[in-house]
């Protein structure tokens, strides 16, 4: 199975902050990954898709970048409403597997 | 408008079974494969299983041990889980969610729980 690492497990960040958030996978594949967002009790929204693809109606300051096996979330600018816990998760083999999680709090 | 909205979750004793539904609607349901991912209280999503569109391929976490199967009905645009010989590590908010051939999940469900206890 692929392990996905992802880093760090949780972050401070004040309104405004760019936040930088890694997945690293234990093998290439390539740029089959997705990046989600879920907030306590809510399904998981899909923010990226194929690494670096902005999901439709999802504000640009989110971005995505990587191959193989580095990849990044961005958040240039973090609002309020991004207080929330990200995930990555990888398509290129089964089973499909997620990175641990990365929980977004106030500072 | 999508909607995916699980059904059947509940509290279940531990060795028993359970079978969760999904019902989709405002999309071409015959057209995606459907996923399942599940939730454990306070921790991080873990994928469970996949069926491709037809209901020809289906691919499950190793974790499982042949305990579940997923399934489709494409007439009825619904989607199922059938879980057996639960434990309490299947303890979990369970969520069904649709994708693209080969992409990854793109829009899900508020999810079902369930809960095995004795």
């Known amino acids: 199975d692929i392990q996905m690492t992802q880093s760090p497990s949780s972050l401070s960040a004040s309104v405004g902050d760019r936040v930088t958030i890694t997945c690293r996978a234990s093998q290439d594949i390539r740029n089959d990954l997705g990046w989600y967002q879920q907030k306590p009790g809510k399904a998981p929204k899909r923010l990226i898709y194929?690494?670096?693809s902005l999901q439709s109606g999802v504000p640009s300051r989110f971005s995505g970048s990587g191959s193989g096996t580095e990849f990044t979330l961005t958040i240039s600018s973090l609002q309020p409403e991004d207080f929330a816990t990200y995930y990555c998760l990888q398509h290129n083999s089964f089973p499909r597997t997620f990175g641990g999680g990365t929980k977004v709090e106030i500072k | 408008e999508v909607q995916l909205v699980e059904s059947g979750g509940g509290l279940v004793k531990p060795g028993g079974s359970l079978r969760l539904s999904c019902a989709a609607s405002?999309?071409?349901?015959?057209?995606?494969?459907m996923n399942w991912v599940r939730q454990a209280p306070g921790k991080g999503l873990e994928w469970v299983s996949i069926?491709?569109?037809?209901?020809?391929?289906?691919f499950y976490a190793g974790s499982l041990s042949g305990r579940f199967t997923i399934s489709r009905d494409n007439a009825k645009n619904s989607l199922f889980l059938q879980m057996n010989s639960l434990t309490t590590e299947d303890t979990a908010v369970y969520f069904c969610?649709?994708?693209?051939?080969?992409?990854?999940?793109?829009?899900w469900g508020q999810g079902t729980l369930v809960t095995v206890s004795s």
């Open positions: 969610a649709k994708s693209q051939r080969g992409e990854s999940p793109d829009f």
């Open positions: 405002g999309f071409t349901f015959s057209g995606y494969s």
């Open positions: 194929a690494a670096s």
């Open positions: 069926i491709d569109s037809s209901g020809s391929y289906k």
